[in-house]
């Protein structure tokens, strides 16, 4: 079977490593054929170091008319994602978005539309989905070893940023230029491991987002936000760039115990015995069923970006299953819209989402962003999510 001609558009911190790996022949079906960026400075290197010859563009249009590539890898900033996806279907080609899927729902659902349509294989790299921790997790609970679910706690506050990493770029941590802070740019893995291993999207949200709290930036630094789901189970999610040292603490409380993931292991406190149960027949008063502490073992290690890259080209060839599906990054996305909006009308909302709601408002936020005001060329944000 022929390879699969990949090209790369956006050669940042990540599509340069994405790029890569595709170059140097670790991705198996696959060979990088071209890659686009209007200003970076790591063409020329990525090119001269790839098996193979690679075209160089800076041009998106002549990237995708020209360069003969049958899939594309998408790592550009996050408002163009969806945009780029379509242009990309329309030309037959496969795609894989970076996270997140976009920044508003209301493109991004234009975009799973796109995908459906076109019969091509649309993935997003959630790499943590790769993490056998997770796979395990998911497992359990969906096995039904937890029982129903009763609560889920996540504190994500490892994400730590200096002002430096903020001051390195005007578009960093702007409506404009990235469309969010902690919540879109570091925590999207978690947001979307918390209703991907669980099962559970919530049916409304009350949201504490603290803009500027730590740092000199317009956007959220630091959040809290309680879900409700519609089997009365209750959650809290928790992040941060302004605490060090930061704590990574997934909790999922069950009527079968509790399983807890921290430090790299999974442990399930499991019961003998259903709470339920035990709370309408035990009679002794104080007293609790019994617990077992198990530390799960878990096999293999996570194969992080590149076991999703070789997944995509995989399900290509071979109609491998995909591990994250491009469609279901707009779960994700919705949690986050929801957190936002919820913060900004300072009420809970429920799901699904208002999406021209939160359009609306997020155009607000961006007319009045600091980016806009430093003379950089605006984001026009149609509904195609086009420059």
Not at 130 to 150: A, V
Not at 289 to 298: N, R, Y
Request: hydrophobic content about 35%; aromatic content about 10%; overall charge negative.
């Amino acid at each position: 079977m022929s390879l699969i001609k990949v090209g790369v558009i956006g050669i940042g911190n990540m599509g340069s490593s994405h790029a890569k790996l595709l170059g140097k022949g670790e991705i198996s079906g696959a060979i990088l054929t071209a890659i686009c960026d209007p200003n970076s400075d790591q063409l020329d290197s990525i090119k001269n170091s790839a098996i193979g010859n690679v075209q160089v563009y800076q041009d998106e249009d002549a990237f995708l008319n020209d360069s003969g590539i049958d899939a594309v890898l998408i790592s550009t900033p996050h408002y163009d994602h969806p945009k780029l996806a379509m242009k990309a279907f329309a030309k037959g080609m496969h795609v894989l978005i970076e996270k997140p899927a976009g920044v508003y729902t209301k493109n991004v659902a234009e975009m799973n539309k796109a995908a459906k349509e076109s019969g091509k294989v649309f993935s997003i790299m959630y790499n943590q989905r790769s993490n056998p921790i997770y796979q395990k997790l998911r497992e359990l609970i969906q096995s039904g070893e937890l029982g129903e679910i009763k609560r889920t706690n996540w504190i994500i506050t490892d994400w730590y940023r200096s002002q430096s990493y903020y001051d390195s770029s005007e578009w960093r941590a702007t409506w404009q230029g990235e469309g969010g802070g902690v919540l879109l740019n570091q925590a999207p893995h978690q947001l979307d491991l918390w209703q991907w291993t669980t099962g559970l999207m919530p049916k409304r949200v009350q949201a504490f987002c603290s803009y500027g709290k730590y740092h000199d930036i317009e956007v959220e630094d630091d959040l809290t936000a309680f879900v409700e789901y519609e089997n009365g189970a209750t959650g809290v999610f928790i992040t941060s760039t302004g605490e060090t040292p930061g704590t990574n603490r997934f909790e999922i409380a069950g009527d079968r115990g509790k399983m807890v993931v921290e430090n790299n292991k999974l442990t399930f406190y499991r019961l003998t015995q259903s709470e339920r149960e035990f709370n309408a027949t035990y009679t002794g008063g104080f007293g609790n069923p019994e617990c077992w502490t198990i530390d799960i073992p878990i096999q293999g290690i996570s194969a992080e970006h590149q076991g999703i890259i070789q997944n995509w080209i995989d399900s290509i060839t071979k109609g491998t299953p995909l591990l994250a599906p491009g469609e279901e990054g707009i779960k994700g996305l919705e949690i986050s819209n929801a957190i936002y909006l919820s913060s900004w009308l300072n009420q809970p909302v429920e799901f699904p989402i208002d999406a021209d709601l939160y359009y609306e408002k997020l155009q607000e936020k961006i007319n009045h962003s600091t980016f806009q005001k430093k003379n950089v060329k605006k984001v026009n944000l149609d509904v195609a999510g086009t420059h």
